[in-house]
């Protein structure tokens, strides 16, 4: 009988210690980064470095970024008129995405403001954009913006603080 115990607490203990071990669940459940954001003040210049940096005989045309009737821009919990110039470079692992603002408050905006040219984001696909938010934001990684075109979504999470940068989810993304 004492031996049963002890080897039932042993087996109790074994089973709790491998419970507490189990890693924390991922708030980005497929680990394949999309794309990486970069933001601009001239696109045509910028297009045209990287395009000559990736050796790349013609520069992908840019194209406007505003919000749609089916997913209006926010910024900030308030709707905005933001708009922006984006050029995409499809590598064969990520997507380069160059962003220009050109109007109304963003994020994009803010960004060159205080900070100039440089890395916005890095972005994944995700499947239930409003769980997904709220999983962020429970996480400590606000919201910041918000918005889409006719058939996806995107939002942009706030994670400056902790990983130094801000997260994009993309939601039917295709291009």
């Known amino acids: ?60 045309e840019s194209s406007i970024a505003a919000g749609s009737e089916l997913n209006p821009t926010q910024y900030k919990g308030a709707p905005t008129d933001a708009k922006a110039k984006l050029a995409f470079f499809e590598l064969d692992n990520i997507t380069v995405e160059l962003i220009q603002p050109i109007g109304g408050p963003s994020t994009w905006q803010e960004f060159l403001d205080t900070k100039g ?13 409003k769980g997904q938010i709220k999983n962020f934001e429970n996480s400590g990684i606000p919201l910041i913006q918000h918005g889409g075109w006719e058939t996806g979504e995107y939002s942009y999470m706030d994670g400056t603080n902790s990983l130094a940068l801000v997260i994009e989810l993309l939601e039917h993304y295709n291009q």
């Open 1 to 60: 009988m004492r031996k049963s115990l002890v080897l039932l607490v042993v087996v109790c203990f074994f089973t709790l210690s491998l419970t507490m071990e189990q890693k924390k669940s991922s708030l980005i459940p497929d680990k394949q980064m999309m794309q990486v954001g970069i933001i601009v003040k001239d696109i045509e210049k910028s297009s045209k470095a990287w395009a000559e940096f990736l050796g790349l005989e013609k520069v992908p």
């Open 117 to 129: 040219e440089g890395i916005h984001h890095i972005a994944f696909n995700v499947k239930g954009m």
